[in-house]
């Protein structure tokens, strides 16, 4: 196993590194901000440390079921060299004596041809055995077919011989599925994890290996966030949907303010929220403070004159109606405003959700909005909860591609990209 560090502005440009001195295959273990030191160094910007691994071919359990296989190869090819041998000096014997001898005495069996034979059968069995174990450990899909319990021999369970290794794997496994489910993973989910784990198993695997391999693969099942990007065309729309109280109105308002602050945009606020006096008039307070334009929409049909006046502008957010995800009326009118420019503007949807929320409810809901809509998933209250295994589950439930957390009040900070590495180092129990 190779651990090394390796630094760059990015994670990305220090991971690149790393894979052009070891190869694609190097595993990212750790990564860290690095802050710059000596006289200067308030002038300079922090860099990104990562720690890479990599596997060495003889440490893999392939490789070395390789070296087998060439080595029983080779005893394969001395084997029928030492039958040929021997099959030539008989027929040599044979000619000399004589046909009248021959034909006297029995034919007699060449013992080393007899052996060789024998060896031969050996040694192709031995090949057929390796095959199969290469097959079973590393070829077989990630979701085997599974036996019934019936179908297993009780004889099997009784003669079977546990290793010290998997009995520490074993623990492992438990130790993985208590943490996880502690974090309010679901236990469908952390089943799915802790099979899939389980699958990566054999004698000469070290624990370090198969935790750094769960990581990666909870970080694959989160994905790639997918955030506000700018429009091709005319300004884009960047609608908030969800239930009540998740905090659509205040995100809106974090989110305008880095856009309009930080990268200097053209920003409109816009709400279709006509229900709730303050939702209206805490909007326009934000407006007002940004100094960028806001209109109250109330119909569908209203959308399309507001997007035309305001098209010069780089983004405009949509505060749409909070209501429950039983309430028919209200989501009918909500879907209208979502759709009512469908081919004429950029859109973007993002389904905010209350990270603290119990998973029952939020399946319901997204359930709700996937009829409606396709969406980006943005987590909010994650300050109001020691328990992020909502956004595993709901990612899983949905395959709908992260974006923005907030954990906080505070505008316009308290809102960030999603960061799938911070996420699953509380899941496994990090800080």
């Known amino acids: 196993m190779i651990l090394k560090k390796y630094t760059g502005t990015t994670t990305e440009e ?23 030191s000596g006289l200067f160094s308030f002038l300079k910007k922090p860099r990104m440390e990562i720690t890479v691994a990599k596997e060495e071919e003889n440490d893999r359990p392939a490789a070395r079921i390789k070296a087998a296989e060439a080595d029983l190869r080779e005893k394969i090819a001395k084997v029928d060299k030492a039958r040929q041998k021997a099959e030539s000096e008989a027929v040599a014997k044979a000619a000399s004596a004589g046909k009248g001898d021959a034909s006297e005495e ?13 060896d031969e059968a050996s040694v192709e069995k031995k090949l057929d055995n390796i095959q199969n174990l290469l097959e079973q450990k590393f070829m077989v899909s ?35 599925y208590k943490t996880l489910t502690a974090n309010e993973v679901t236990e469908t989910n952390a089943n799915q994890l802790v099979e899939e784990a389980d699958t990566g198993f054999n004698d000469e695997i070290r624990m370090e290996h198969i935790l750094s391999d769960v990581y990666q693969k909870i970080i694959l099942k989160f994905g790639k966030p997918e955030c506000i990007t700018p429009s091709e065309k005319g300004a884009k729309l960047i609608f908030l949907v969800g239930p009540t109280g998740v905090g659509k109105t205040t995100t809106i308002a974090k989110l305008a303010s880095i856009l309009k602050v930080t990268e200097h945009k053209n920003v ?29 929409v109330y119909q569908p049909e209203e959308l399309k004159e507001k997007w035309l006046q305001f098209k010069d502008c780089d983004y405009i957010f949509v505060d749409t109606i909070g209501h429950s995800h039983r309430n028919t009326e209200q989501k009918e009118l909500t879907k209208e405003f979502l759709h009512v420019l469908d081919g004429v503007a950029d859109i973007e949807i993002y389904l905010v959700l209350s990270a603290s929320t119990k998973y029952r409810d939020l399946a319901s809901i997204v359930d709700t909005y996937s009829d409606m809509c396709s969406y980006r998933l943005l987590f909010t209250k ?12 709901i990612r899983m439930h949905t395959m709908a591609p992260m974006s923005y957390i907030a954990n906080g009040q505070d505008v316009p900070g308290d809102v960030t990209v999603f960061d799938a590495q911070e996420t699953v180092k509380k899941l496994l129990g990090g800080h």
């Open 14 to 36: 220090a991971l690149e590194a790393a894979r052009k001195e070891l190869g694609n295959d190097v595993i990212l273990m750790h990564s860290r901000e690095v802050k710059p």
């Open 106 to 118: 029995p034919e007699k069996k060449n013992p080393l041809q007899a052996e060789s034979i024998s």
């Open 142 to 176: 990630q979701n085997p077919p599974k036996v019934a319990e019936e179908e297993k021999p009780v004889k099997d369970k009784k003669e079977e011989t546990v290793t010290p290794a998997r009995k520490e794997f074993d623990s492992f496994l438990k130790l993985l």
């Open 268 to 296: 409109a606020m816009f709400t279709t929220d006509t229900y709730r006096i303050s939702a209206a008039e805490q909007l326009r307070t934000y407006a007002s403070i940004l100094g960028v334009p806001f209109a109250v």
């Open 382 to 393: 994650l300050d109001e909860t020691d328990a992020c295994g909502n956004l595993l589950n």
